[in-house]
């Protein structure tokens, strides 16, 4: 997770300062990432939809930041995070349903 975060803060950082070759190269290895058998967690239906939603949104970073276009880019980059957000929620929810037993 922690090469993601570090990606995903570059993204960031390119949309601040509309350095879309940045924004291209760390959309991408979000991208790469994402696909890492390391980061296939439990292979829930869910887990499953949010891991393509958020290949989806790396490659709208990517086309973004190819057309130069920073508002396309920047929700892009906010479709991202929340794909990430409902991830990680949805795995603590298993997580804690997997410890308790149910």
């Given at each position: 997770?922690?090469?993601k975060l570090e990606s995903s803060?570059?993204?960031?950082?390119g949309i601040a300062v509309e350095?879309?070759?940045?924004?291209?190269?760390?959309?991408?290895?979000?991208?790469?990432?994402?696909?890492?058998?390391?980061?296939?967690?439990?292979?829930?239906?869910?887990?499953?939809?949010?891991?393509?939603?958020?290949?989806?949104?790396?490659?709208?970073?990517?086309?973004?930041?190819?057309?130069?276009?920073?508002?396309?880019?920047?929700?892009?980059?906010?479709?991202?995070?929340?794909?990430?957000?409902?991830?990680?929620?949805?795995?603590?929810?298993?997580?804690?349903?997997?410890?308790?037993?149910?």
């Open positions: 997770m922690k090469l803060q570059k993204v960031l950082e350095n879309f070759a940045a924004i291209s190269a760390n959309a991408q290895k979000l991208a790469v990432l994402s696909q890492a058998a390391g980061w296939q967690a439990r292979q829930t239906p869910e887990y499953k939809q949010y891991t393509a939603e958020f290949r989806r949104h790396a490659e709208a970073l990517q086309k973004a930041a190819r057309d130069e276009n920073l508002d396309a880019a920047s929700v892009a980059y906010f479709q991202l995070t929340i794909s990430c957000v409902n991830c990680h929620r949805h795995m603590r929810g298993v997580r804690t349903e997997s410890n308790s037993g149910l």
